[in-house]
């Protein structure tokens, strides 16, 4: 049997469809700096819902300037006056978050976000949350909505490339929808 080999790259990749194999995306997740998702979905194969709970996207959220932006918002608006609040009491759809670069950036577009907070005694806050997102390229974008200053040129390229890669996977089936929901819990959060 010949050796599949991806026509950018030329690494051998083992996958159904021939648009572009795993050695490209290898190359693009180290070039971009992104985490490398655990699992890739195969043609034919549908995928399941995914639930993330752990230390590193915490930290990738605690970095965040808009996660952290939006929370600090919310408890001035909700939780000033009694130092506790349920989003859902107030925003019974929660909040919209955009995220501004890196794997979050990439990974989750127009996402939402729902959070219990309660004021610790040393002023820092519990929070109790989770973000909520769908697993799907619906638009294409131009370049200028990765343009940031933040990172290099040629990743905003690569980052425009990959997201319409995604699109006309998606419209030909290569890539299937799924959920995504990244539970949060942090007992000592102090404001930025």
Known sequence: MEEKRCILCNKPYNYKYSMFGRGCLD??????????????????????????????????????????????????????????????????????????????????????????????????????????DTYDFTEFKDLKEYVDKKESMLTDIFSTLLNNFGVVSSEYGVIKKYNINIKFNFSNYEIK
């Open 27 to 132: 190359n693009l997740y180290e070039l971009l700096d992104i985490k490398k998702p655990s699992r890739f979905i195969l043609i034919g194969k549908e995928p399941e819902d995914l639930t993330i709970e752990d230390k590193i996207t915490d930290n990738l959220l605690i970095k965040s300037t808009v996660f952290n932006e939006t929370i600090k918002s919310l408890i001035e608006k909700y939780g000033k006056e009694t130092g506790k609040f349920d989003l859902k009491d107030y925003e019974r759809n929660g909040v919209l978050l955009k995220f501004e670069g890196g794997d979050l950036l990439y990974s989750l577009h127009n996402a939402t976000m729902f959070v219990n907070a309660i004021k610790n005694e040393n002023s820092t806050w519990k929070l109790d949350g989770n973000i909520i």
